[in-house]
């Protein structure tokens, strides 16, 4: 069974910036595409981001401010996030999928506020 958790959330102001990481307790190179979803209150789910071995998608409200990366030898996925915005609150989550079959971490709560 594949687990993965994440970190590196917490409170930052807007304009800030928070690097969320993901380790993975199995190889990231099985996955056929990585990625992180976040759920704010009151809101949809929401794809973040996502990336294959070589081709990265972003939703159009967080486009040129969050960046995803994946590291194979370290199993990690990462998520760069700048120019935080209130908005941006959330709890985001790591994903990974396979066969068909999708693989969740538990969440790490971002919140941006003054």
């Known amino acids: 069974q594949v687990q993965l958790v994440e970190s590196g959330g917490g409170l930052v102001q807007p304009g800030g910036s928070l690097r969320l990481s993901c380790a993975a307790s199995g190889s990231i190179s099985s996955f056929n595409a990585v990625g992180w979803y976040r759920q704010a209150p009151g809101k949809e789910r929401e794809l973040v981001a996502s990336?294959?071995?070589?081709?990265?998608n972003y939703a159009n409200t967080v486009k040129g401010r969050f960046s995803i990366s994946r590291d194979n030898a370290k199993n990690s996925v990462y998520l760069q996030m700048n120019s935080l915005k209130p908005e941006d609150t959330s709890v985001y989550y790591c994903?990974?999928?396979?066969?068909?079959?999708?693989?969740w971490g538990t969440g790490n709560l971002v919140t941006v506020s003054s």
């Open positions: 994903t990974g999928g396979k066969c068909g079959i999708g693989y």
């Open positions: 990336i294959t071995r070589t081709l990265a």
